[in-house]
């Protein structure tokens, strides 16, 4: 058939193989949030067919590969005939008779052009399945051989099957509920495919193909003859001979629709430009099973394409190893700030802040930095034995292993939806893991081991800017070659600290010492786990060491370390009355002094500044306070609200009249100091509602009394009463006491102590306020 007459499906595929190339996307008609444009285009289809009615799909533009050899023949058939003509001629006059019809080995090269759809996929893809439909309600084995030369190159499953659809006739008549099940539960068809998106879209549009041709009454051989020889489902065909088959063409053509994703192009552009760089065996063909199934058994259940994830892979990695090549020093380095608003839209090469931020952020082209540095082609290796070496690693204990750290497990972090949010400690973790499987390859023997201590270390350092990331990584690299696949710990327990360099000092000196106790007797490693894995303590836990006499032995440890767990657990940390620090307060004023600001603990623990600045502290400059509650004899771990309330009521009378005692009765105090600030000025205190005294502030004595008679007090029930918040150094906060045109300010002297207001111009002093209420009875 001539060129110029395929406008229609039947009239390409009668001539041509049709292959969707790998550069294409995948078929999306059976996605939900396909479903109108689905629903209306296999309805117009059958609709005209049954009608009948013309209907015209627009263009459809592509590739002819392999015409050449066609239009070769053809030529070749012309010259001969002409030359037999001329033959022929000179015979008849010898009164020979030769024939001038010439007989082709091949009457046409059916199956030898391959048309490479540029746009037009999904349509083309949706048309092969309503011939399909009506060829196997027919029985129809010669138009489903047909049929078989449509094929899908974007994964090895799509294509597989294509050809299992045509290769079967299936059994289906209109009292068939689903023919996706059908098909599905197949012999032929494998579990696997279930993870196609491709696979998964062509089962749903078959199924409702048939939901449509199963409530008429259909002819399907009249429908056959009416779609495949009457010409009534037609588009415009354009053949491209005139372009290169390039992503830049397939995106500017395909522009009204979805463009390809960013790791569709960036497959693409390894399969076409690394075939002879990336070694590993069978890479194209893991790219779509073997690696693609680390990414979908990673995947939340709300996540239907793995794509960005995939590509995240290799920009995570490929970014620590940029990284390593910048240098430390620039102080642009330590602004992560810059960089996470960083434009990426627009890429200078040159510029490491641009480089990063497209790297680092999710649904980012990565594509043109790849390209452009030497480095991405000397690592890729590494970046695909990766992703082989996690396909055979047995991730021992992941729940528990960054239960601590992370909000997901560590199949998640290095496969997941995690990947595209990582803060710069997930990324150094990131990074710690994978170049270790790549150190120790197979041998993952002290995986687990490895993924512990190199996570206590990373999260309770601070990391959170460039700078810090590459000091980080490099401390790694270097740990990561002492450590190679020998025991952890027992390389641990051998090294100084100053030969891990980086580090926080005090985590390391802690995992040297956990190191040497569990190569001393490996019964510690599992109690470590569980102390490491407490929702507060994230891995550091040297603080119960201190707790224990010396020697330290494990039930020693085990006493303090459930002790402690249940002072710090979640029950208590989520008390809004301020429970623990209240229980603390009962036993000695354990406020931290800086100047003249006395400051308490936040229960926040989001993130290592957050725990740093607030129980932590606690933990290294007062934990004798805490040595002392939990060694009291009305301490129960068992019941810890119940018993930190009961401390509370036995130690009140001894705080009672010294200024920590009034919020150890008083847990509203507290909230009012929304910075955990409170100010001393000579003898008084004040609440400060931000950082600085400019902001709005109260005092205590008078606030505490105010918040427990703010509802009204029996005494005075004639005056309404208030307070005055003020701000500014120059005022002070005091109780209003109103009645009708009266209004009584009641203020406490900072150096005297005592309580006093304005009275026709005079200064009136009182001892306590109950003195003064007295005064105004």
Same mark, same amino acid.
């Given at each position: 058939?001539?060129?110029?007459?395929?406008?229609?499906?039947?009239?390409?595929?009668?001539?041509?193989?049709?292959?969707?190339?790998?550069?294409?996307?995948?078929?999306?008609?059976?996605?939900?949030?396909?479903?109108?444009?689905?629903?209306?285009?296999?309805?117009?289809?059958?609709?005209?067919?049954?009608?009948?009615?013309?209907?015209?799909?627009?263009?459809?533009?592509?590739?002819?590969?392999?015409?050449?050899?066609?239009?070769?023949?053809?030529?070749?058939?012309?010259?001969?005939?002409?030359?037999?003509?001329?033959?022929?001629?000179?015979?008849?006059?010898?009164?020979?008779?030769?024939?001038?019809?010439?007989?082709?080995?091949?009457?046409?090269?059916?199956?030898?052009?391959?048309?490479?759809?540029?746009?037009?996929?999904?349509?083309?893809?949706?048309?092969?399945?309503?011939?399909?439909?009506?060829?196997?309600?027919?029985?129809?084995?010669?138009?489903?051989?047909?049929?078989?030369?449509?094929?899908?190159?974007?994964?090895?499953?799509?294509?597989?099957?294509?050809?299992?659809?045509?290769?079967?006739?299936?059994?289906?008549?209109?009292?068939?509920?689903?023919?996706?099940?059908?098909?599905?539960?197949?012999?032929?068809?494998?579990?696997?495919?279930?993870?196609?998106?491709?696979?998964?879209?062509?089962?749903?549009?078959?199924?409702?193909?048939?939901?449509?041709?199963?409530?008429?009454?259909?002819?399907?051989?009249?429908?056959?003859?009416?779609?495949?020889?009457?010409?009534?489902?037609?588009?415009?065909?354009?053949?491209?001979?005139?372009?290169?088959?390039?992503?830049?063409?397939?995106?500017?053509?395909?522009?009204?629709?979805?463009?390809?994703?960013?790791?569709?192009?960036?497959?693409?552009?390894?399969?076409?430009?690394?075939?002879?760089? /990336?070694?590993? %065996?069978?890479? @194209?063909?893991? #790219?779509?099973? =073997?690696?693609?199934? $680390?990414? !979908?058994?990673?995947?939340?259940?709300?996540?239907?394409?793995?794509?960005?994830?995939?590509?995240?892979?290799?920009?995570?990695?490929?970014?620590?190893?940029?990284?390593?090549?910048?240098?430390?020093?620039?102080?642009?380095?330590?602004?992560?700030?810059?960089?996470?608003?960083?434009?990426?839209?627009?890429?200078?090469?040159?510029?490491?802040?641009?480089?990063?931020?497209?790297?680092?952020?999710?649904?980012?082209?990565?594509?043109?930095?790849?390209?452009?540095?030497?480095?991405?082609?000397?690592?890729?290796?590494?970046?695909?034995?990766?992703?082989?070496?996690?396909?055979?690693?047995?991730?021992?204990?992941?729940?528990?292993?960054?239960?601590?750290? /992370?909000?997901? %497990?560590?199949? @998640?972090?290095? #496969?997941?939806? =995690?990947?595209?949010? $990582?803060? !710069?400690?997930?990324?150094?973790?990131?990074?710690?893991?994978?170049?270790?499987?790549?150190?120790?390859?197979?041998?993952?023997?002290?995986?687990?081991?490895?993924?512990?201590?190199?996570?206590?270390?990373?999260?309770?350092?601070?990391?959170?800017?460039?700078?810090?990331?590459?000091?980080?990584?490099?401390?790694?690299?270097?740990?990561?070659?002492?450590?190679?696949?020998?025991?952890?710990?027992?390389?641990?327990?051998?090294?100084?600290?100053?030969?891990?360099?980086?580090?926080?000092?005090?985590?390391?000196?802690?995992?040297?010492?956990?190191?040497?106790?569990?190569?001393?007797?490996?019964?510690?490693?599992?109690?470590?786990?569980?102390?490491?894995?407490?929702?507060?303590?994230?891995?550091?836990?040297? #603080?119960?060491? =201190?707790?224990?006499?010396?020697?330290?032995?494990?039930?020693?440890?085990?006493?303090?370390?459930?002790?402690?767990?249940?002072?710090?657990?979640?029950?208590?940390?989520?008390?809004?009355?301020?429970?623990?620090?209240?229980?603390?307060?009962?036993?000695?004023?354990?406020?931290?002094?800086?100047?003249?600001?006395?400051?308490?603990?936040?229960?926040?623990?989001?993130?290592?500044?957050?725990?740093?600045?607030?129980?932590?502290?606690?933990?290294?400059?007062?934990?004798?306070?805490?040595?002392?509650?939990?060694?009291?004899?009305?301490?129960?771990?068992?019941?810890?609200?119940?018993?930190?309330?009961?401390?509370?009521?036995?130690?009140?009378?001894?705080?009672?009249?010294?200024?920590?005692?009034?919020?150890?009765?008083?847990?509203?105090?507290?909230?009012?100091? =929304?910075?955990n600030i409170i100010r001393q000025h000579n003898k008084n205190y004040y609440l400060l509602n931000s950082t600085r005294i400019s902001g709005y502030f109260v005092e205590l004595y008078t606030y505490a009394w105010f918040l427990k008679n703010e509802k009204g007090c029996s005494i005075i029930p004639k005056y309404e009463i208030s307070y005055d918040y003020v701000k500014g150094q120059d005022n002070e906060p005091?109780?209003?006491?109103?009645?009708?045109?009266?209004?009584?300010?009641?203020?406490?002297?900072?150096?005297?102590?005592?309580?006093?207001?304005?009275?026709?111009?005079?200064?009136?002093?009182?001892?306590?306020?109950?003195?003064?209420?007295?005064?105004?009875?």
């Open positions: 058939m001539s060129i110029e007459n395929y406008n229609t499906f039947w009239s390409i595929i009668n001539d041509n193989k049709i292959e969707i190339p790998t550069i294409q996307r995948d078929y999306t008609y059976g996605r939900k949030s396909a479903t109108t444009i689905r629903e209306k285009l296999v309805a117009d289809i059958i609709n005209s067919i049954i009608v009948p009615n013309p209907l015209n799909l627009d263009f459809v533009y592509g590739k002819l590969l392999g015409k050449e050899n066609h239009i070769t023949q053809e030529r070749n058939k012309n010259n001969i005939r002409s030359l037999l003509k001329t033959i022929k001629l000179y015979a008849s006059d010898l009164n020979i008779e030769i024939s001038d019809e010439v007989v082709s080995r091949n009457a046409k090269l059916e199956g030898k052009i391959n048309f490479i759809p540029l746009d037009g996929q999904q349509r083309l893809t949706t048309l092969f399945l309503i011939h399909w439909y009506i060829a196997q309600r027919n029985n129809d084995v010669i138009a489903l051989s047909s049929l078989n030369k449509f094929s899908y190159s974007t994964r090895l499953s799509s294509k597989e099957f294509c050809k299992i659809l045509c290769f079967k006739q299936y059994n289906f008549d209109s009292k068939t509920d689903s023919v996706s099940d059908l098909i599905s539960n197949s012999e032929e068809y494998f579990s696997s495919w279930k993870k196609d998106p491709t696979v998964n879209s062509m089962l749903i549009v078959i199924d409702e193909i048939h939901k449509l041709f199963k409530s008429k009454d259909v002819d399907y051989k009249d429908c056959w003859n009416k779609l495949t020889n009457e010409n009534l489902i037609t588009f415009d065909f354009f053949d491209l001979d005139d372009f290169e088959l390039t992503d830049d063409l397939y995106i500017k053509m395909n522009a009204r629709g979805r463009h390809l994703t960013n790791f569709e192009i960036f497959k693409s552009w390894l399969i076409k430009d690394y075939d002879g760089v /990336i070694l590993e %065996d069978d890479w @194209k063909k893991k #790219f779509d099973i =073997k690696w693609y199934d $680390l990414f !979908w058994k990673a995947k939340e259940k709300s996540i239907y394409k793995i794509d960005s994830e995939f590509l995240q892979h290799f920009k995570i990695l490929f970014l620590g190893d940029y990284m390593k090549s910048q240098n430390s020093n620039d102080s642009r380095m330590n602004d992560d700030a810059e960089l996470e608003n960083y434009d990426t839209e627009t890429l200078d090469l040159d510029d490491f802040k641009s480089v990063i931020g497209i790297l680092r952020k999710k649904d980012s082209n990565p594509l043109e930095i790849f390209q452009n540095y030497d480095l991405f082609k000397d690592k890729i290796n590494e970046y695909v034995e990766i992703l082989d070496l996690a396909s055979s690693v047995a991730f021992i204990n992941q729940d528990q292993l960054l239960k601590k750290y /992370i909000d997901t %497990d560590l199949f @998640k972090l290095l #496969f997941g939806e =995690k990947l595209n949010k $990582l803060t !710069w400690w997930d990324t150094t973790l990131h990074y710690a893991i994978t170049r270790y499987l790549l150190k120790v390859e197979n041998n993952s023997t002290y995986f687990s081991e490895w993924v512990r201590v190199i996570s206590n270390l990373i999260y309770n350092t601070k990391i959170d800017t460039p700078k810090l990331f590459i000091e980080a990584i490099r401390s790694i690299d270097l740990l990561i070659d002492r450590v190679d696949s020998k025991n952890i710990y027992q390389v641990i327990n051998t090294l100084r600290e100053e030969e891990m360099i980086f580090f926080s000092p005090s985590q390391k000196t802690e995992e040297i010492f956990k190191a040497q106790l569990i190569v001393q007797d490996n019964r510690w490693e599992k109690l470590f786990i569980e102390a490491e894995n407490h929702i507060y303590f994230y891995g550091q836990i040297g #603080f119960i060491f =201190k707790l224990c006499n010396s020697p330290i032995d494990i039930n020693t440890f085990t006493i303090n370390y459930t002790k402690v767990a249940s002072l710090f657990s979640e029950e208590v940390l989520n008390d809004t009355t301020f429970l623990l620090t209240r229980s603390l307060l009962a036993i000695g004023d354990c406020f931290y002094i800086n100047g003249n600001e006395r400051i308490f603990n936040s229960n926040v623990r989001g993130t290592l500044r957050n725990r740093t600045e607030n129980w932590r502290k606690f933990f290294d400059s007062k934990l004798n306070f805490i040595e002392t509650i939990i060694n009291r004899p009305d301490f129960n771990a068992n019941n810890i609200i119940q018993s930190l309330n009961s401390i509370i009521k036995t130690e009140f009378p001894n705080s009672k009249g010294k200024y920590h005692g009034k919020f150890v009765n008083n847990y509203k105090l507290f909230l009012y100091a =929304k910075k005091g109780i209003v006491f109103k009645k009708g045109d009266l209004t009584i300010n009641l203020r406490r002297n900072h150096n005297t102590k005592k309580y006093y207001i304005h009275k026709e111009k005079q200064l009136l002093e009182f001892k306590t306020i109950e003195e003064f209420i007295d005064s105004i009875k």
